[in-house]
């Protein structure tokens, strides 16, 4: 089986989309597109047509190009079938019990709210589309949900291989990581990924993809356990659940 292309596709100030050829079945999906040129234009500069628009939850900055890309292309719009009143346009509603399907492929659809409360992430191969429940060194604010419920799906996306690609909905990571290193000064892995994070964007690189094993390493939401980030907090003894809370809090106000 013919590996999947990804394509990032930059969007609006700090958005990505993500176009996904399956080369075998000749079908190419977009991931969370919240303007139909950039997306249009990347299909152009492939020549692939899109016959698929995927969506990890209802924002307008991951769904405002799904009206004009689906009447453009006819594209089958997938997204979290528990959200579909809040969807224009949603032809097949997904979750963990249904999956999805690309081509031969099998999709796995994790339930991670707490961003929102249905929101989903689309595992296919060695690649996962986070949305905005994990970012690069970071997680998503939570407007629908509680500290114990981010930390659940956030927990329940640890469960992936290390070696899982993650693409997330925004190019947050050179702040992420300046945050991060408040909390985890002597964090070693953390230190050298923004070495590498600072120079990506000096030259005007993406961040993305990351790994489930470096964000383990390096992503303080993903890192309560840590003796030094606990002891920054002052929370030595306190819960996982409690230590996620105070870090989403202080980077809600960094």
Known sequence: ?????????????????????????????????????????????????LTHILNTHHHFDHT??????????????????????????????VDETTGWRFGARGVRVMEIPAHTSSHIAFVVDDIAFTGDTLFAMGCGRLFEGTPAMMWSSLSKLMTLPDATRIFCGHEYTQSNGRFA?????????LVAR????????ANGRPTIPSTMGLEKKTNPF????????????????????EVFAETRKRKDNF
């Open 1 to 49: 089986m013919t590996p999947l292309a990804i394509e990032l596709v930059p969007c609006l100030s700090d958005n990505y989309a993500y176009l996904v050829r399956d080369a075998d079945a000749g079908l190419t999906a977009v991931v969370d597109p919240s303007e139909a040129p950039p997306v249009r234009k990347a299909l152009a500069a492939k020549g692939w047509t």
């Open 64 to 93: 405002g190009g799904n009206a004009d890309l689906k009447k453009e292309f006819g594209a089958e719009v997938v997204g979290p079938g528990k959200d579909a009143s809040r969807f224009t346009g949603l032809d097949t509603g």
């Open 222 to 241: 993903l890192r309560p356990g840590s003796p030094e980030l606990r002891k920054t907090l002052g929370m030595e003894s306190a819960s996982d659940v």
């Open 194 to 201: 923004m070495k590498d994070v600072d120079a990506a964007r």
């Open 181 to 189: 290193l408040t909390l985890e000064p002597g964090n070693a892995a």
